[in-house]
């Protein structure tokens, strides 16, 4: 091959790798995005830190929310919405049930029912104009995008709980809170 021919083949070669690495960035454009940016909240980059390091939860979270954020849908974990302990879990069962307004319960999980008492569950809801915005149109996508991510969503439940995502793959509640009373319970979990 002449000299000029390699260089047309180099040419060739390295515009055909740029435009690969470009099209494979536009495709997999949110994902991208979810590596290299950082979350616009600084509640939920706090919160996020209650979060387990088991099967990278929490790395996981922060990647689906940074998601969201490159389509344009801000996110943020409200208080309670990430790690609880059981005391805390209490306190939420409690509501509505030994504290006004009666009847209005927050959660049917008692302390160590709940995936968030071991750092493998949260809760985001949108802010528009700095308000939390719950009745959104974009609960089909933030659901979607989620599972991308390998959470359950608390969405597809007979009764749903559009805001909560969970991981379940290291075991029911039951397993977990019988590890726990053992004194079994892997350390990232330890609450
Ligand atoms: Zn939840």
Do not use: C
């Not at 029912?113 to 915005?133: Q, T, W």
Request: charged content about 25%; glycine content about 10%.
């Amino acid at each position: 091959m002449t000299k000029a021919k390699k260089q047309k083949l180099a040419f060739f070669i390295g515009t055909g790798a740029a435009l690969g690495l470009l099209g494979a960035g536009y495709f997999f454009r949110h994902r991208l995005m979810a590596y290299t940016g950082a979350v616009w909240d600084t509640y939920t980059e706090e919160r996020l830190k209650g979060l387990s390091d088991a099967l990278n939860v929490r790395q996981r979270a922060k990647r689906f929310i940074l998601d969201l954020q490159s389509r344009g849908i801000n996110v943020r974990i409200p208080p309670d919405g990430a790690d609880r302990s059981f005391a805390e879990q209490t306190e939420l069962w409690k509501k509505g049930r030994f504290y006004p307004p009666y009847g209005e319960t927050v959660t049917n999980a008692q302390a160590g029912e709940s995936y968030h008492n071991y750092g493998l569950a949260f809760d985001i809801v949108p802010i528009v104009d700095g308000k939390a915005m719950y009745d959104t149109s974009h609960w089909p996508l933030i659901g979607k995008v989620g599972k991308s991510y390998g959470f359950k969503w608390g969405g597809d439940w007979s009764r749903p709980d559009k805001p909560h995502f969970e991981e379940i793959r290291l075991g029911t509640v039951w397993d977990l809170l019988a590890q726990y009373k053992d004194g079994t319970l892997t350390a990232e979990l330890t609450v």
